[in-house]
C-alpha cells in the first residue's frame, strides 16, 4: 500500500508560477511510473506528464509542453511538476498517479486556481 500527498496548489496570476510535489509513503517509490493528471469541473480528467521508473523518460500533454517541467527525487520519494506561464485554463485540480504492474494509487488532489 503506498500513499500519496500532492502540495503546493494555491492561487496564482496568469503568468504566474507553481511548483506541485508529490511525496509517496514506502521504500520501493523508484519502480512505479509517476505522473500528474488533472481535472476541471465539467471536465474529464487528463494526463499531463509522466516520468518512468526506467530511464527517466519524460512525456508531456501538448497543452503543456514548454511550460511544464515534471521530475522526480528517489531520494526523497517526490515527484515535483513545476508549472511556468499559468493560464486560467490550467485552473483545476491537480492529482498524483502512481503506477507499477498492478498496483494503481492516487493521491487526494491539490487545487490549482490561475486567475483572470
Known amino acids: 500500500q503506498v500513499q500519496l500527498v500532492e502540495s503546493g496548489g494555491g492561487l496564482v496570476q496568469p503568468g504566474g508560477s507553481l511548483r506541485l510535489s508529490c511525496a509517496a509513503s514506502?521504500?520501493?517509490?523508484?519502480?512505479?511510473?509517476m505522473s500528474w493528471y488533472r481535472q476541471a469541473p465539467g471536465k474529464e480528467r487528463e494526463l499531463v506528464a509522466y516520468?518512468?521508473?526506467?530511464?527517466?523518460?519524460?512525456t508531456y500533454a501538448d497543452f503543456v509542453k514548454g511550460r511544464f517541467t515534471i521530475s522526480r527525487d528517489n531520494a526523497k520519494n517526490t515527484v515535483y511538476l513545476q508549472m511556468n506561464s499559468l493560464k486560467p485554463d490550467d485552473t483545476a485540480v491537480y492529482y498524483c498517479?502512481?503506477?507499477?504492474?498492478?498496483?494503481?494509487?492516487w493521491g487526494q488532489g491539490t487545487q490549482v486556481t490561475v486567475s483572470s
Open positions: 498517479n502512481a503506477r507499477f504492474l498492478a498496483d494503481d494509487y
Open positions: 514506502g521504500s520501493t517509490f523508484s519502480r512505479y511510473l
Open positions: 516520468i518512468t521508473s526506467v530511464g527517466n523518460r519524460i
